[in-house]
């Protein structure tokens, strides 16, 4: 996973990419279906509390509280975001700051989050900050949809504002208290339960995207 220097500065992408009006509609008019989908993977997992890291427009967020399932959304202080949020029937569920902020860490655990959701936001994460945030709030669950780390989707890549692109197994190796519970892959047209380090070097290699479900292992 490529990485920059200073949290500043990823934040600094982030925050030019919102500027525009490209990068948000497709949060706003283009993820309803997606949506759905995690909304239905989610309820399966039967978690009580999740906790949606850049979660945009909130969507999801609103979606899973509409489904009893007390959801937080947490992203950057972006104006229209905010904006966006306070018009939610649930504008009381969202959080602002960034996840280097110990002050925000502090939130986020006092939360206790089941699932913790990083979907296709991973790319805009430091390492270190991210394993301390999980770290922090020890969610039992970890939802994280990316674009693969393979060579042709960094080619496909090359003209985009992405800090880095993760495999699967690089996630695996980020958090290793956690296991591969399970996987869809190629916007899922497929999914595997616990797949095995062959299967997964075959999807870092052949997918472009994937949702992985990532466990908490059992501690002795």
């Not at 899973?64 to 009381?92: Q, R, T, V």
């Amino acid at each position: 996973m490529s990485k920059i220097n200073k949290m500043v500065d990823i934040e600094a992408v982030y925050q030019n990419l919102w500027k525009g009006d490209d990068f948000g509609d497709v949060y706003k008019y283009n993820r309803q279906h997606l949506y759905e989908k995690l909304v239905s993977i989610i309820k399966v997992l039967d978690v009580t509390t999740v906790l949606d890291i850049g979660c945009a427009y909130g969507q999801l967020v609103n979606m899973l509280n509409d489904s009893a399932i007390n959801a937080f959304g947490l992203d950057l202080p972006i104006e229209k975001l905010m904006d966006f949020h306070s018009l939610s029937k649930y504008s009381g569920k969202f959080l602002y700051g960034s996840i280097a902020d110990d002050a925000v860490v502090l939130k986020a655990s006092q939360i206790k989050p089941d699932l913790v959701c990083i979907i296709d936001t991973m790319r805009y994460l430091e390492p270190e900050v991210i394993i301390h945030f999980i770290e922090a709030t020890r969610p039992l669950f970890i939802i994280v949809k990316e674009v693969s780390n393979s060579y042709l989707m960094r080619y496909k890549r090359r003209d985009q504002s992405d800090i880095g692109l993760i495999s699967p197994t690089q996630l695996l190796m980020l958090f290793p208290k956690y296991e591969a519970y399970k996987i869809y892959v190629s916007r899922f047209l497929a999914n595997f339960v616990n797949p095995g380090k062959a299967l997964m070097y075959l999807i870092n290699m052949f997918s472009p995207t994937y949702l992985l479900i990532l466990k908490r292992r059992e501690e002795i």
